[in-house]
């Protein structure tokens, strides 16, 4: 069982498909394309119940939702603090693989002087695929 913010959740069918295709995913996919891929092996499933169940992963800590600047949600099958990486071209969204800078939360704090729990922090540009390269040239 999972705890949301409103109790424990029991896992269902619906949601394991769904959770198991966000781990198998490093493309942090739409709510659409995680209906179009769960439909394969559960063709009845409603693109309801696959938004219902993706909030409840989210609140229960088992994903994440991520709001980049276009305009509908990413999912993540990750939920542990790390780093992305949004493509201004074709809006596709990488993990980066470096570690979280643990000291920027204090430095936060004493600059702010607010309780700082965790930090996002996102990257954008032009992936590699869209003509970035790592030097900064476009190719």
């Not at 896992?11 to 198991?20: A, D, F, G, P």
């Not at 119940?49 to 099958?77: H, K, M, P, W």
């Not at 032009?126 to 030097?135: E, L, P, S, V, W």
Request: charged letters at 25%.
């Amino acid at each position: 069982m999972s705890e949301t913010k409103r109790g424990f959740v029991r896992n269902t069918k619906q949601r394991e498909v769904i959770l198991s295709v966000l781990r198998g995913t490093d493309t942090h996919p739409t709510a659409d394309w995680v209906y179009q891929e769960v439909r394969k092996e559960l063709p009845n499933i409603s693109l309801g119940t696959i938004y219902r169940n993706l909030r409840i992963l989210v609140e229960s800590g088992q994903a994440l939702e991520l709001s980049f600047s276009s305009d509908c949600s990413r999912f993540d099958g990750n939920p542990e603090n790390h780093y992305h990486f949004a493509c201004t071209e074709c809006g596709n969204v990488y993990d980066i693989d470096m570690p979280v800078a643990q000291g920027l939360d204090a430095e936060a704090e004493k600059a702010s002087g607010h309780k700082v729990m965790f930090h996002r922090l996102e990257f954008y540009g032009i992936c590699q695929a869209c003509g970035g390269g790592a030097d900064g040239d476009l190719q």
